[in-house]
Every structure is written in C-alpha cells, then in structure tokens.
DNA sequence: CAATCGTTCTCACTCAATGGGAACGGGATG
DNA sequence: CATCCCGTTCCCATTGAGTGAGAACGATTG
C-alpha cells in the first residue's frame, strides 16, 4: 500500500489480520493481532477497527477482538462445503450411533485437511481433531485418503516437502509414504495406527459424488486395540449413501 | 484509496464485494460483483482476484465466484453465535419433535433478526426464513421479542425508522408497535399472526443467559389457525433449558 | 456477422493508506 | 506512592499502492 515498506497489499493484510484466529485463540487484543499478522502497531489498530465498524471483527466489553458473526453469515452462503456437510450428516450420525467413536467428514484445503464435521459420543476416546480444525495429509488417516484419490501433482508436491511428525508412528519417510498411498488406493480405504495420537488408530474412507471424483474423507478414530472391520462396513455404505445425496441435489 | 473517486476504505470495498453474496445468490460472476458493490468494473476483478487468492473466495470451473471455504472456517472460531447455537440444538430438536412446525433461533445483529438455526420436519408449513437469513425486527415474533427485551435506544431507533410492510399485517404504524411490544414484555411472548405472510403465525419467546440478559429469540411458525399453547409450554421450557446450558459453558 | 458481455492488461495520476512517534490510561510490581 | 509495561488512540508528513478509464480478446448470442 501507499508507503508500506513491506510491499503487501491491503487485502493480504486483512486476511492476516483475519487468520491470526485459530480453533484455539479466538479473542485477542488488537496489538497481538497486529504481532501474530507482523503489522506495525498503529496499522493494526486501524485496520482491526476498520474491520470492527464492518463487522467481520466485533469487539467485546473488555475491548478484545473476535469474529464477528457477519462472517459466520457469509459463510453459510459457500454452498459447496456446506452442501457437502448437509449431504454427509444424517449418514455420519448413523455411524456415529453404530460404531460409538468419534466420526468425521474432512475435505482437501490447501494441501491440508479440512474437517467439515466431528461427531463424538460421551463413550469416544481420545481425539485431537476439531470442527474447522486442519491436519496435515499425510499424518491422518482422512489426509491418506485424500492423497491417495487426489490428483498426481498434489502427491508429488506433499511427498516432497517436509513431512512433519505428529506422534512417534507418523510416516515422515517419502518412501514409505508412497508405499503406504499405493496400498491405500490399492485397498480403498486407510488405516493410521498411531499416526496422530500413540493411543489411536484412524480409519477413513473415501466419498465420491456423482461423477467418481473423490469430494471428501470420512474417517473413525478407535482405540488402538479394538478391531476395524466393522467400522470399516459402517464407513463404506455411508460414503455410498452421501454420494447419492450429493447427486440428487446438481 | 489511493485515487479514489468514492472516498470510501479498501476495507469499505472488500466488505461490499463480500455483501454481495446473498443467502439466494451465492455464485455470481465477478463482473456482476462489481455492479452490486457499485465499484468500476477493472477494479472489482482486481478486487476478486486477490480475494481469490487469499482464498476468502473461490472460483469455480466456469470462472464464476462463490464464498469461498476459508471463510467458513474463520467463522468457525466465532465462538459466541456458534456456542449459543450448540447449547440451544438438544432443546430445539426437542421443540421441533414436539411441536413438528419450524423451530427457529435468533439473535440481534445491526438492527435485524438474523437467524442461527432453523429445524424444520416434512410436515411443517410454510416459512420464509433461512439458516443466516435476516428479517426486520418489527415484523417476525422473534424480531418482536428482542425489541421488547432489548434496550431502550434501540426500540426508539427501530420505533423511528422506516417500518417495511412485508404482509398484510405487519404493524407500520409506530404508536401500534409501541403497544405491542409493551404487550410483549408484560407477558413475556410475542405472538405474529400474518406479519410476515398471511397464512402463518409466529411465536417468541426470549431466551436469556444466567445474567438474566436477554440473548436469543426462540421461536416457532404456527399454522395460522393453530392454538398456540402447547408450542408457548415448549418453547418456554427449552428457553429455560437453553439459558442454563448457556451459564455452563462460562 | 455484428453485438454483447466477461475478463485481462496497461499506464499515468494522485490521494488514501501508512507508520513512527507522542500521549493517555489502566493494571501490575516493587 | 512511584515506576514500568502494555494496549490504545491520535497526529501528520510522506509517497507508492491502488485506482479506473480504456483498449483488446474471447466466448456467447441472435
């Protein structure tokens, strides 16, 4: 912008102002904004109180920052992801109700994954993940499936860069990564033993629309020890039957 | 900006391009972006290109623009509409069992009813709003029962303004609102045959948090002949229930 | 084949955005 | 009570980022 030094323009700053809020810090001061988005200070507080008289950002009694619900109204009009999630959720709940564990419908973002929806029950063990919340692809079981069925070049781009480590079994070796996506396109589904958390094993799926393309991951976390299969049924025919739910409404 | 002709922030713009967006228009071509947020024609594309970038939109196969999922995401971390909406659902679905007519959750936002949740079942009647979709104050039972209970500025604000007629009777008459809405706070409901279309009616009741403030409106849409007692005994109850959920949380 | 519409690119102009700094106030610390 | 720290607000000279008219291209339509 007009005398900025860092040469950025006015709508990436706004985003960074925007992305300083994560699933876990969702009120913050307006200086730490400007710290977490690198803007001077002054600038911050302008372009935070700009965003506040829009009201995408609100401002509480204490003077903290949050966002506003005119974003959560914006949101609601991206049809596509939600779409998917209304297509996906009396399907989720069934598995949810069959297996007992935590049931989640994850798409591909940015070369991460996205989790649209997470179902849990007072009986479900442990799990990291959250609605909105994002995991790397190749350290879930969702993520696999969606590298598996994904495109070429998003595989090569993923087994390329760096692969961090989420727990002590995730696959950090490109080798055994593309060993590991053979036979997960090679059985139809995935299984992550210990990926994320040591005590837990994902087990996901993949979700085709109407034309076979692969939309979505839908995926279980159980208890280390107990067994797959029938989870593994559960999660099959919903992902047949959101499929045709997708289809219905083109 | 910088040459600016409209005087207006790059902020101003960014929210106008974003407003355009409607719960009934939620693809639209760049170009047409530009003629509802009233900006030249080189400069909104500029607009949505970066915007698209940032990924706040997206652009789909045939070029054409849609909200895009990073923005649902953001909205996610509202914590505030969202936690209200995920305390008052075990209640609401309860009502919506019941009762088998719409079941609706509302909040104030900038002078409207914007509505967090609509549960509907296959025999319920008809109803014009929408998950995200606003209505004026003065007309819906919701939008009656925030005004009642909202404060003092606000009702002479509303009192002031234009009232919109959007049915046959819908109260326009400021004197006539007045006594309704003193109606509404002695008997702590609202009651809306026919505002908002002729063959339904609405019914309100506020739902407050352990402060005592009044926060949501919980409502339901009646047929126009139905009794409305056993919906008021509902709603109360979930109204109750939905408060205490609400202290909880804190 | 002409007309319309969406989109992309260019480019000279200029004023809105910028950011350093000063000042205020509240809260914590010694 | 004084001092320090931090969030916030206000001011203002500087300047380059944003602007928008217009040209050009391609796709669609009649």
Tied chains: 1, 2.
Aim: a positive charge.
């Amino acid at each position: 912008m007009a005398n900025s030094t860092s040469g950025d323009s006015v709508t990436d700053r706004l985003v960074r102002v925007l992305s300083t809020f994560t699933p876990t810090r969702t009120v913050q001061t307006a200086a730490e904004i400007g710290r977490r988005a690198d803007l001077p200070s002054s600038t911050a507080h302008r372009l935070v109180g700009e965003l506040v008289d829009s009201g995408l950002l609100e401002r509480d009694d204490d003077r903290r920052i949050r966002i506003g619900v005119k974003l959560w109204e914006l949101a609601t009009r991206s049809s596509h992801a939600l779409r998917l999630r209304q297509a996906a959720m009396p399907s989720m709940e069934r598995v949810q109700a069959r297996i007992r564990e935590h049931t989640q419908l994850a798409i591909l973002e940015q070369d991460e994954a996205l989790f649209l929806e997470r179902l849990s029950g007072p009986e479900s063990g442990s799990n990291v993940t959250r609605i909105a919340g994002r995991l790397p692809l190749h350290a879930a079981s969702s993520g696999l499936v969606l590298l598996a069925f994904g495109d070429r070049e998003l595989r090569e781009r993923i087994l390329a860069g760096p692969l961090v480590r989420t727990a002590a079994e995730t696959l950090t070796d490109p080798a055994a990564l593309r060993r590991k996506l053979a036979e997960v396109a090679a059985l139809g589904y995935a299984v992550a033993p210990g990926y994320i958390e040591a005590v837990s094993t994902g087990v996901a799926v993949p979700v085709r629309d109407e034309t076979g393309t692969v939309v979505a991951a839908l995926s279980v976390v159980l208890r280390r020890d107990a067994v797959i299969e029938p989870a593994l049924v559960e999660l099959h025919r919903a992902a047949r039957e959101i499929g045709a739910a997708l289809g219905y409404r083109r």
